[in-house]
C-alpha cells in the first residue's frame, strides 16, 4: 500500500487561505531563522511562519549549505528516505482557452504547440513505460478550462484499459483536468482517480498577473471539492514568473494552508511565444534556496521536482535539491518540453542510497 508523509489533522479549504496558524511570538523572535526552524520545524513539524519564510528566502548564499542541510534534515525526520517517483502524459495537448502566461499550450499565444488527442492504447503505452521505471504514479493531464463529456469519457476507457493490463493494473492514477464541477469531482472519484492535480501556480497577489481569464478561487474551489470527495491533492505551482521574494514566502504558506498530499515545484521554461519567453531562467542558488524554503514551510507534504528543474539546476543542482528537501521526482518528459531520460534519474537516487517508494511488493 502506497505510504505518505504523515500529516497533520487536515484543517479543511476553508475562508484563510493567506497563512498557515502561528504565533506571534514566532513572527517576531529575534533569533536567528535556521535555529527557529530546528525547533520550531525539524522538532515539532510545525511550518514556518510567512515571515519566517520570507527570512529564510533572503539568506545569503554563504549559508546555503546549511540551509540544505535542515531541510534535508526536516525530509528525513517527517517524510522519511523513500522518494516518490511519478510519470505524466498529456491525453490533449495544446489549443487551451485559457492565458496562463508560462504555457505554451495556451491558444491564445503564437507557440508552435498544436492541438493533438492521445489515443487508448497510446495512454496504455505511456502507462506501461511509467511503470517500468518503478513508479507509482501516473497522471494523465490534459490542456483544458475543464473536462467536457468526450474528454471524461476518454480518461474512462483509458483508466479502463490501463487497468486491464498486469503491467499497469495496480499503479496509481492521477489526473490534471482543469476546473471542475462537482458532477465532474464526483465522476472521477467514481473512476478510481485518488489524486487530483491543480496548481495554483502563484501566490494569490501575483496570480492576476500571470492568468486572467479565470480567479485563484476558482482554482480554490476546484481543490475544495476534490478534497471533500475524498481524492488526494495535488498542488503546487512555478517560480520564476516574476514574483517577488515576498510573494513566494505568501505562497509558500498558502499552500501550507490548503495542507496538499503533494507540492509539484516548477522552475519557469521561458517558453517561445508565451508572454514570458524573454523572462530569465532562475538561478540555481536561488532554486536551492526556494526548494528548502518551502520544505520548511510544508515539513510533512510530498514535494516534488517538476517542470523546469534541468534547466534551472543541472545534473548537480538536481542532486542538492535531493539532498535539500525534495522527496519526489517526475521523470521522462514533461507535457510539451523534454525532461531527462528515467534512467538518469533513477541512477541519481541509486548513487544517493534514495529508495524508490514501492506500490507493492511485486515493484
Known sequence: MRQ???????????????AAPQTAAADTDPRDVLSIARE????????????????VLQL?????????????????????????????????TGGCPEDCHFCS?????????RSAWLDIPGLVRAAKQTAATGATEFCIVAAVRGPD???????RSGIEAIRAEPETSDINIACSLGMLTQDQVDELADMGVHR???????AKSHFPEVVTTHSWEERWDTLRMVRDAGMEVCCGGIIGMGETLAQRA??????AALEPDEVPLNFLIPNPGTP?????????????RTVAAFRLALPRTILRFAGGRELTFGDLGAKQGMLGGINAIIVGNYLTNLGRPAVQDLEMLDELSMPIKALNQTL
Open 4 to 18: 505518505t508523509c504523515p500529516s497533520l489533522p487536515p484543517r479543511g479549504l476553508g475562508d484563510s487561505v493567506t
Open 40 to 55: 520550531q520545524v525539524l522538532e515539532r513539524g510545525e511550518g514556518l511562519s510567512e515571515e519566517q519564510v520570507l527570512r
Open 60 to 92: 545569503p548564499e554563504d549559508r546555503l549549505e546549511e540551509l540544505l542541510a535542515l531541510a534535508h534534515e526536516v525530509r528525513m525526520r517527517w517524510c522519511g528516505p523513500e522518494v516518490e517517483v511519478e510519470g505524466i502524459v498529456s491525453l490533449k
Open 105 to 113: 499550450q495556451s491558444g491564445q499565444f503564437p507557440s508552435p504547440v
Open 149 to 155: 463529456k468526450r474528454l471524461l469519457s476518454q480518461v
Open 196 to 202: 487530483y492535480n491543480h496548481n495554483l501556480e502563484t
Open 250 to 255: 505568501e505562497f509558500a504558506v498558502q499552500l
Open 276 to 288: 514570458y519567453e524573454n523572462y530569465p531562467v532562475v538561478e540555481g542558488v536561488e532554486a536551492l
